[in-house]
């Protein structure tokens, strides 16, 4: 029982840090720029398409498609934050609006994939092959490969919001843009700089969950459980998301194992329910005092 | 002016996600017939009109749809249908269910009493229009595992799909040809239908002297096995087994169980497809996978002539073999074959073909109609096939066992699957 137990830790902690690497960078964009990106996921999906595509049909090594696969979901991120989303912030009632772009977005980036790539499945084959084994327990290289560059980006990505002047003014912009921007941080390219890392975080977990498991134009409802995530781990708190993602994935796997599919799910609202109750700005957040709409 | 910009923004982009709705292929928007004309007008060759109802925004209705575009004009060509001294094309007049009941009903009656449809192959949505069929001596040769289409009350009504009888004569043969495994995990997705093939397997089992350690339910989109992976290795089956999930989830689901050290017996049930799994990943871990195979995998020195036939023409229509699902196309051939021995259009004669025991011959291998005496229904309404099974050995396909539609029978008589049949 004792290594049933760890193994569904394992399990669990692989699982809950692909939630963490989203939610981290969904964070980055509400936390900063305030858009609820609900097309976030989309750009997890295009970068699990990206990598696909260029190493099935091109024959492109893993890494360099990786690369692709994060950059592109970056770059796109920047041109729509630039056409669309710089626009609805100059706007009144922001907020939403910015929400009814993000579900247009949501839907014409999903639609596209299914013209594009139709309904059915594709999969990249291992790149890494073999089974660790320990003690009774069980792990693919594959997917200890998934967790040590998972683990890699995020360190890179705290390395940059808390020693680089890009980061300083990202968490500046996020405490309050006008009182950061009269210290001569510029609040509209930081929101830019959100928005593309923020993509590139997404397209790079597409890219290193492709091989694990399998493509589909599906991929984008992750989303749903991100925005879980970010409501548990406290809107802009990054230590939150790390914790709420790891939350995610041991809920799931033990509920998985122990009360079965449906139950484990109820098991997830109800520690996100029971959290929010006392916390209300969840984990690590602080309670938002009025909706910024 | 900043809310006119809006406007049009939000305006611009509804127009292209209606655009972009309006070009999918997935999700067809009308209900309207289409129909794939004779390829041929000569005079002299008459036209029969032979209803399609399935949902064109399901994957396999639309395999279904596809594949019938193609092999139905192809049959035309080769001459068509041959009665007594006559020839008929046949122009199929196709409608999309949906899946939903009403609309399916209301194709029904556009069928029957506009396009004075007398055959019709149908799908799921069967128990909402089988009484305005049966009224109007329409024959309807259905894909359904509805029980209702069963019934002995009705006339014109067969069951022509595999859906009701594989998987009991597929456990069957393991139960024989496995004597030595007993234990088995079953792995379902956490839906209706995953929920009935688990009771369906409850049922079966004891009969059959199996035992189901486990029943692991996931929810259907999921791609990560690794903890229902864990709970099938907590059982440690001798057979694992996993169905229902479509080629994802049955891919995954087996990879992550070898994964976390599972060395038993992978058995799918439900058919192995190295085609659909290899487009997901490389064919390792279901290597050694056992199950039913579709006779359009089969090598070309054991593929029957009508398989070979069927593929060409959808290669010749569509450029490609993409390995659609056409598993509901079967009922065409079903009917093509009563409509031959009947030698008449008239629907009574062609369902009194059916329901005497017709032997018939489809791209997916021959079968039979067979009578459901746990149905109290004498009359041989529900189809049988006959089945191979294979193995992946290397990611190359291994025929195990050819089992023709009489001995399959004889293992539901031997079991006792649908009840006692008299000798």
Not at chain 1, 93 to 101: C, D, E
Not at chain 1, 140 to 145: A, C, D, G, M
Not at chain 2, 161 to 167: A, F, G, I, M, V
Not at chain 2, 290 to 302: K, N, Q, R, S
Request: include cysteine; aromatic fraction near 10%.
């Amino acid at each position: 029982m004792a290594s049933i137990l760890v193994q569904l830790v394992v399990d669990g902690l692989a699982m809950g840090l692909v939630y963490v690497l989203l939610a981290s960078g969904f964070n980055l964009i509400i936390g900063i720029s305030g858009i609820l990106f609900l097309a976030y996921g989309q750009f997890y999906m295009l970068g699990a398409y990206i990598l696909w595509g260029l190493m099935v049909l091109f024959k492109v090594p893993f890494f360099v498609s990786l690369c692709v696969a994060t950059a592109v979901p970056a770059i796109l991120g920047g041109i729509i934050y630039k056409l669309i989303f710089q626009r609805i912030q100059s706007m009144k009632r922001q907020f939403l609006n910015g929400i009814v772009a993000a579900l247009g977005l949501l839907t014409l980036i999903g639609q596209a994939a299914l013209l594009g790539f139709g309904t059915s499945s594709r999969g990249v084959g291992s790149i890494f092959t073999g089974m660790l084994e320990a003690g009774g327990i069980r792990i693919s290289v594959e997917r200890l490969v998934l967790i040590t560059l998972a683990l890699a980006v995020l360190l890179g990505l705290h390395l940059l919001l808390q020693r680089t002047s890009i980061g300083r003014g990202m968490r500046a912009v996020s405490f309050n843009p006008d009182i950061a921007a009269l210290q001569g941080v510029n609040p509209g390219r930081t929101f830019l700089v959100s928005m593309v890392v923020g993509c590139a975080l997404a397209g790079f977990a597409g890219g290193i969950m492709a091989p694990v498991f399998a493509v589909s134009p599906g991929m984008g409802s992750i989303v749903l459980l991100i925005l879980l995530v970010v409501m548990l781990g406290g809107v802009g708190s990054m230590i939150g998301a790390i914790i709420a993602g790891l939350i995610l994935g041991l809920t799931l796997s033990f509920g998985q194992y122990f009360i079965g599919t449906g139950l484990a799910q109820i098991l997830f609202f109800a520690v996100i329910g029971f959290i929010v109750f006392f916390r209300p700005g969840g984990l690590l957040g602080q309670p938002m005092e009025e909706l910024p709409i | 002016m900043k809310g006119g910009k809006l406007l049009v923004l939000v305006g611009v982009m509804l127009l292209a996600i209606s655009l972009v709705a309006i070009g999918c292929p997935a999700a067809p928007t009308t209900t309207a017939p289409t129909t794939t004309a004779p390829t041929t007008t000569a005079p002299e060759v008459k036209t029969l009109k032979v209803g399609l109802l399935c949902n064109f925004g399901w994957p396999l209705g639309l395999d279904m749809k596809k594949f019938l575009d193609a092999v139905v004009p192809a049959y035309n060509e080769a001459g068509g249908l041959a009665i007594g001294g006559d020839r008929y094309k046949i122009d199929l007049i196709e409608y999309d269910s949906k899946n939903d009941p009403e609309t399916a009903r209301a194709a029904v009656e556009r069928m029957v009493y506009q396009d004075e449809v007398k055959f019709i192959l149908g799908d799921i949505t069967a128990d909402a229009w089988i009484s305005l069929t049966e009224e109007n001596k329409v024959v309807s040769i259905l894909s359904t595992n509805s029980p209702a289409a069963l019934s002995p009350n009705l006339k014109y009504t067969f069951q022509g799909s595999y859906l009701n009888t594989s998987t009991p004569v597929i456990w069957a043969w393991f139960a024989e040809k496995y004597p030595e495994m007993k234990t088995v995990v079953n792995m379902s997705p956490d839906a209706l239908q995953g929920h009935a093939d688990a009771g369906a397997l409850q049922a079966l089992f004891p009969t059959l002297g199996l035992e189901l350690a486990d029943i692991v339910y996931y929810p259907p989109e999921t791609t990560d096995f690794s903890a229902f992976a864990t709970k099938v290795m907590a059982s440690n089956p001798q057979v694992f087994c996993s169905a229902g999930g479509g080629t994802i989830q049955d891919y995954l689901s087996v990879k992550f169980v070898r994964e976390a050290g599972y060395e038993g017996l992978v058995f799918m049930y439900r058919g192995v497809d190295p085609g659909g799994w290899s487009k997901v990943g490389p064919l390792d871990p279901v290597n050694g996978t056992i199950g039913p195979l579709m006779y359009t995998y089969l090598p070309p020195e054991l593929m029957p002539a009508i398989t070979k036939e069927s593929k060409d023409a959808y290669i010749a229509k569509y450029g490609s073999w993409d390995d659609p699902v056409a598993l509901f196309a079967f009922t065409w051939y079903v009917l093509q074959d009563a409509l031959e021995k009947a030698q008449s259009l008239d629907p009574d004669k062609v369902a009194q073909v059916m329901a005497s025991g017709l032997k018939f011959d489809t791209a997916y291998g021959p079968g039979m109609m067979i009578s459901r005496p746990d149905q109290d229904n004498p009359r041989t309404i529900d189809a049988l096939y006959e089945f191979t099974m294979a193995t992946l050995e290397e990611g190359e396909i291994k025929v195990l066992d050819q089992v023709s539609a009489d001995k399959a029978f004889e293992l539901i008589k031997k079991y006792e699957i649908f009840g006692v049949y008299p000798d």
